[in-house]
C-alpha cells in the first residue's frame, strides 16, 4: 500500500513540516505501508515566489497578496472551475506521480483550509481514493469537513489513529520514530541556513488556558525520552545542520534544563529556541544553562500584564516575577520574544494599560512583541462557558472553508488600539517582517550572520 502525505499550501515557507515526516517514519517503522511526503507548500512558493529571496519585508508583502487573490479564486472557483484554481493542476501532478493508494492532508493553519479542500476535490475527481484530514487546525471538526467535503478526519494525535485507519493489523512497535525528512530538500526553504522543527513532547503540560485549543492536538501530555532528542540532533549535526526549534506547545523550566544540560554533556553544536510561560522557576541558574547549551531564543507567553487577566484567562503565571525573568533572559544573552494579547473580553482599556506599562518598563530587556487581538476558537473552554467571560450575544457563523467563526458583544473593547500599536511598535527591535520569518532570528543571533 503506497500513502501519499501532503502538507499543503499556504503558510510561510520557512522550515520543512515535522507533521508529515514524523507520520512518514511511524507508519513506516510499524506497517509494510510505502508513504511518500509532499511539501506543495513550498511548491507553491516556489511557484509564485521566484528571484531573491533576501528582502523580507518584500516577501511579506507579497505572501499577503499572493494568498489574499489565490483564496479568493479558490472560494470563486471551487464549485465549478475548479481545474482553474491557481497551481491547482500543477500539485495534482505531483500527487498522481506518487500512484498514492490513499492520500493524508495535513492542515496545522486555518490559512491551508482553502488548498485543502480544493484538493481534496480534485483527488476525488481524477483518482478517487480516500482523503484524510488531519492536524491541529482540524481539532473539532470533524463533523463539518466529512460531511461536506467528503474527506475522512482524524483529530488529535495522528500517528496510531492514521495506523488503525490504513494498516488496522499492523502493531505500535516504535512510538517515536525521529522524523523522516528525506523527501525535502532543505535547500527550498525560505531561510537563510536550514532551520530543523524537534519535539521533546506532546501535548501541553499545563493544558488550562481558556482560550486555547493547542492542548487538545494530543490526546494527553507525554514527554519524548532524552537520549531520543540527542539522538536526532547528532543526525542533523552529521548533515551540517545545527538550528532547531522546538515546537513543543510548552516546555516546563525543569524540563528545558534537563534537554540543556543533556546537550552540554554530549557536546553538540546546536543554537535552539523554544516556547514556555515566564514562570520564576526561570532564574538566573536555568537561563545561564540554557545560553551556554545554544539557546538564544525565549518565545514567552505571557499574553498581559495585568493580574486579573492573567487570572481570568488561567495562565497559572505571576505578573510580578515577570520584569526579573525577563531581565535576567536579557543578560544571559537570550533574546526575549513575547507574545501578547489585547482586548480580552473580561479587561477594559484601565488593565490593558498594565500590560503597555510592563512592556515599556522592560523595553531594554525585550527584543520583539508580537501583538494579537482576541477572537473566540472554536473548541475552546471559553466557547462552553461564554458568560463567566464578559462574552455576550455569542452568535457562531458557518463558513465554507473554514471552521465556524464567533461573533459576540465586547463591551471593553478598545477603541482606539492604534496609539497602543506605536508604543508597542518603538519597542521591537527587529521589523515586523521578522515575525513571520523568527527563525532568521535564530539563525542571526546564532551565528551572528547579518540579517538585511
Known amino acids: 500500500m503506497r500513502l501519499t502525505l501532503i502538507y499543503p499550501p499556504s503558510c510561510p515557507p520557512i522550515r520543512p513540516p515535522m507533521g508529515i515526516a514524523a507520520l512518514k517514519s511511524f507508519v513506516e517503522s510499524n506497517s509494510d505501508v510505502s508513504v511518500r511526503c509532499l511539501d506543495l507548500n513550498i511548491a507553491f512558493h516556489r511557484h509564485f515566489f521566484k528571484g531573491d529571496q533576501t528582502d523580507r519585508s518584500h516577501l511579506i508583502s507579497h505572501f499577503n497578496q499572493v494568498y489574499q487573490k489565490t483564496n479568493k479564486e479558490v472560494k470563486e472557483k471551487f464549485k465549478d472551475r475548479l481545474w482553474e484554481i491557481p497551481f491547482l493542476q500543477e500539485m495534482m501532478d505531483f500527487i498522481i506521480a506518487t500512484e498514492p493508494d490513499i492520500i493524508g492532508i495535513s492542515v496545522c ?62 502493531g505500535v512497535t516504535d512510538q517515536w520514530p525521529h522524523p523522516d525528512y528525506s523527501d525535502f530538500d532543505l535547500k527550498d526553504y525560505f531561510s537563510i541556513e536550514p532551520v530543523i522543527p524537534l519535539q521533546s513532547s506532546r501535548g501541553c503540560y499545563w493544558g488550562k488556558c481558556a482560550f486555547c485549543v493547542h492542548h487538545m ?26 538550528h532547531f526549534a522546538f515546537v513543543d506547545d510548552m516546555i516546563s523550566s525543569r524540563r528545558a534544563k534537563e534537554i540543556a544540560q543533556a546537550i552540554i554533556k554530549e557536546g553538540l553544536r546546536v543554537f535552539f529556541q523554544f516556547e514556555t510561560k515566564p514562570t520564576k522557576d526561570f532564574d538566573r541558574a536555568v537561563l545561564d544553562v540554557l545560553y551556554e547549551a545554544g539557546c538564544r531564543i525565549i518565545i514567552w507567553g505571557l499574553e498581559s500584564g495585568n493580574q486579573d487577566t492573567i487570572d481570568a484567562m488561567q495562565k497559572g503565571l505571576i505578573v510580578s516575577d515577570v520584569p526579573g525573568i525577563l531581565k535576567e533572559s536579557h543578560e544571559t544573552g537570550i533574546k526575549n520574544y513575547v507574545f501578547m494579547m489585547y482586548n480580552f473580553p473580561t479587561e477594559d482599556e484601565t488593565g490593558f494599560q498594565k500590560t503597555i506599562k510592563l512592556l515599556g518598563d522592560n523595553r531594554d530587556y525585550i527584543t520583539f512583541i508580537s501583538k494579537s487581538e482576541f477572537g473566540l476558537v472554536h473548541g475552546s473552554p471559553m466557547i462552553k462557558e461564554p458568560e463567566r467571560f464578559g462574552i455576550l450575544d455569542m452568535v457562531m457563523q458557518k463558513r465554507v472553508f473554514l471552521p465556524p467563526v464567533y461573533k459576540f458583544t465586547n463591551h471593553n473593547k478598545i477603541a482606539r488600539f492604534g496609539q497602543y500599536d506605536m508604543i508597542i511598535n518603538a519597542i521591537n527591535k527587529k521589523q515586523f517582517h521578522l515575525h513571520y520569518f523568527m527563525d532568521h532570528m535564530l539563525v542571526e543571533y546564532g551565528r551572528d550572520d547579518q540579517i538585511k
Request: aromatic fraction near 10%; proline fraction near 2%.
Open 109 to 170: 493553519f486555518n490559512q491551508q483550509f482553502f488548498y485543502a479542500c480544493a484538493l481534496a476535490k480534485a483527488i476525488k475527481e481524477r483518482l478517487g481514493v480516500r482523503v484524510i484530514f488531519g492536524g491541529s487546525a482540524v481539532t473539532s471538526c470533524t463533523e463539518k469537513y466529512e460531511s461536506e467535503f467528503d474527506v475522512e478526519v482524524i483529530e488529535g494525535d495522528g500517528g496510531e489513529r492514521l495506523l488503525s485507519r490504513i494498516s488496522p493489523d499492523s
Open 217 to 242: 492536538t494530543f490526546d494527553k501530555y507525554c514527554q519524548r525520552p532524552i537520549a531520543d532528542i540527542l539522538s536526532e540532533i547528532r543526525m542533523h549535526n552529521e548533515n551540517g545542520v545545527e
